[in-house]
């Protein structure tokens, strides 16, 4: 069943390709790009981390990374911000590195691992569940508004990739989230049905979505999950382009990651039988509702997925601001320190959460 659905995957994905994508080589192995300052493992020396936990709304807990500034004001409630790291990764991916950068500017930053993924509680592990996901960030914003040290009235959040659509979704029904901000952002339902482009038919989607069925069938009956999707493990002559970006994150010394007692090999890949929920998730219908709540929209301009990002933007309410990074790609803006501007989320964040 996997074997088929990935060539499905494939088809999209190569479809999607366009001039502003970088062509990697075809070796099987790649040595980690490590240029414009990438650091995803960055520690800061002017925070501190505390692990903490929480239970969302359906009793599951929920564990994050609380970061306070070493000089954080104890006569003062300060203003707090959510992170939600890329579909499938954990908080030690990329939402980390947002966490301490902008803890370091004096905000409480808190990155969590998504429910079913990371330490997070969950099962099946690694299942596609979108009104849970979103419901983590609210789940979030009960743990931060609760502490005696934030004003919970300068909650914002942000989402990164994939949880770029979750935390819209969760901001359309919690008005505690005062400011709403997105980076290389992925609609994980569009890109479903769709994929890049609009490059899957309707047929190849209803064939993914047999297939999934088809395995439920299967594992109703006790047999292994199934996995679908998420980056590859190993590069061939035929990877397309974009897949190559996110093996060079995921894949390698860069950005890889495995939580602890996790299988190496499911790190990125939810299931097969719940990741056609992503199908009926469309997390931009309403998206004018959060207004007048600001919104600010981070993409690459060369960037495979900036069209979601234009997307939220076209159909968002007032204020909001699309903001294009020059020559950066989609997986650049996950850890590359000299292409992510900080500088735009410090502002943004310092502006609205006043």
Same mark, same amino acid.
């Given at each position: 069943?996997?074997?088929?659905?990935?060539?499905?995957?494939?088809? +999209?994905?190569?479809?999607?390709?366009?001039?502003?994508?970088?062509?990697?080589?075809? +070796?099987?192995?790649?040595? +980690?790009?490590?240029?414009?300052?990438?650091?995803?493992?960055?520690?800061?020396?002017?925070?501190?981390?505390?692990?903490?936990?929480?239970?969302?709304?359906?009793?599951?807990?929920?564990?994050?990374?609380?970061?306070?500034?070493?000089?954080?004001?104890?006569?003062?409630?300060?203003?707090?911000?959510?992170?939600?790291?890329?579909?499938?990764?954990?908080?030690?991916?990329?939402?980390?590195?947002?966490?301490?950068?902008?803890?370091?500017?004096?905000?409480?930053?808190?990155?969590?691992?998504?429910?079913?993924?990371?330490?997070?509680?969950?099962?099946? #592990?690694? +299942?596609?569940?979108?009104?849970?996901?979103?419901?983590?960030?609210?789940?979030?914003?009960?743990?931060?508004?609760?502490?005696?040290?934030?004003?919970?009235?300068?909650?914002?959040?942000?989402?990164?990739?994939?949880?770029?659509?979750?935390?819209?979704?969760?901001?359309?029904?919690?008005?505690?989230?005062?400011?709403?901000?997105?980076?290389?952002?992925?609609?994980?339902?569009?890109?479903?049905?769709?994929?890049?482009?609009?490059?899957?038919?309707?047929?190849? #989607?209803?064939?993914?979505?047999?297939?999934?069925?088809?395995?439920?069938?299967?594992?109703?009956? #006790?047999?292994?999950?199934?996995?679908?999707?998420?980056?590859?493990?190993?590069?061939?002559?035929?990877?397309?382009?974009?897949?190559?970006?996110?093996?060079?994150?995921?894949?390698?010394?860069?950005?890889?990651?495995?939580?602890?007692?996790?299988?190496?090999?499911?790190?990125?890949?939810?299931?097969?039988?719940?990741?056609?929920?992503?199908?009926?998730?469309?997390?931009?219908?309403?998206?004018?509702?959060?207004?007048?709540?600001?919104?600010?929209?981070?993409?690459?301009?060369?960037?495979?997925?900036?069209?979601?990002?234009?997307?939220?933007?076209?159909?968002?309410?007032?204020?909001?601001?699309?903001?294009?990074?020059?020559?950066?790609?989609?997986?650049?803006?996950?850890?590359?320190?000299?292409?992510?501007?900080?500088?735009?989320?410090?502002?943004?964040?310092?502006?609205?959460?006043?």
């Amino acid at each position: 069943m996997q074997i088929n659905l990935q060539k499905l995957r494939h088809i +999209a994905l190569t479809a999607a390709i366009t001039a502003t994508v970088s062509l990697f080589s075809s +070796a099987s192995v790649m040595a +980690a790009d490590m240029s414009n300052g990438a650091n995803n493992f960055y520690q800061s020396n002017q925070i501190i981390i505390k692990k903490v936990s929480f239970k969302n709304q359906y009793g599951m807990k929920i564990v994050g990374n609380l970061v306070l500034p070493k000089n954080l004001s104890k006569n003062t409630k300060s203003s707090a911000i959510i992170i939600g790291s890329p579909m499938g990764a954990v908080k030690e991916q990329s939402s980390m590195l947002y966490a301490q950068k902008l803890a370091e500017q004096g905000f409480v930053t808190l990155a969590i691992d998504q429910s079913f993924w990371g330490e997070s509680e969950g099962s099946p #592990r690694n +299942a596609v569940a979108p009104d849970i996901y979103a419901e983590a960030f609210s789940a979030a914003v009960d743990y931060l508004g609760t502490r005696n040290f934030i004003n919970p009235e300068k909650i914002g959040v942000l989402g990164i990739c994939g949880s770029g659509s979750f935390v819209i979704s969760a901001a359309k029904i919690d008005p505690r989230m005062k400011a709403i901000a997105t980076v290389s952002m992925y609609d994980m339902g569009a890109a479903n049905r769709n994929a890049l482009n609009h490059s899957l038919s309707i047929e190849q #989607r209803k064939q993914i979505i047999a297939e999934a069925a088809a395995q439920r069938y299967k594992e109703f009956e #006790r047999q292994k999950p199934a996995y679908t999707s998420g980056t590859v493990h190993k590069l061939t002559a035929d990877t397309p382009a974009i897949q190559r970006e996110f093996y060079d994150f995921y894949r390698t010394p860069r950005g890889e990651f495995t939580p602890k007692g996790a299988d190496p090999l499911g790190t990125t890949h939810p299931t097969l039988t719940s990741n056609v929920k992503f199908m009926n998730f469309y997390p931009f219908n309403d998206i004018e509702t959060i207004s007048p709540r600001p919104m600010l929209f981070i993409t690459g301009d060369q960037a495979h997925s900036k069209e979601f990002s234009e997307d939220a933007y076209k159909h968002a309410g007032e204020p909001k601001e699309l903001y294009y990074v020059k020559g950066a790609g989609h997986v650049d803006l996950y850890d590359r320190v000299n292409l992510i501007p900080f500088d735009k989320l410090t502002s943004f964040f310092k502006n609205n959460l006043k």
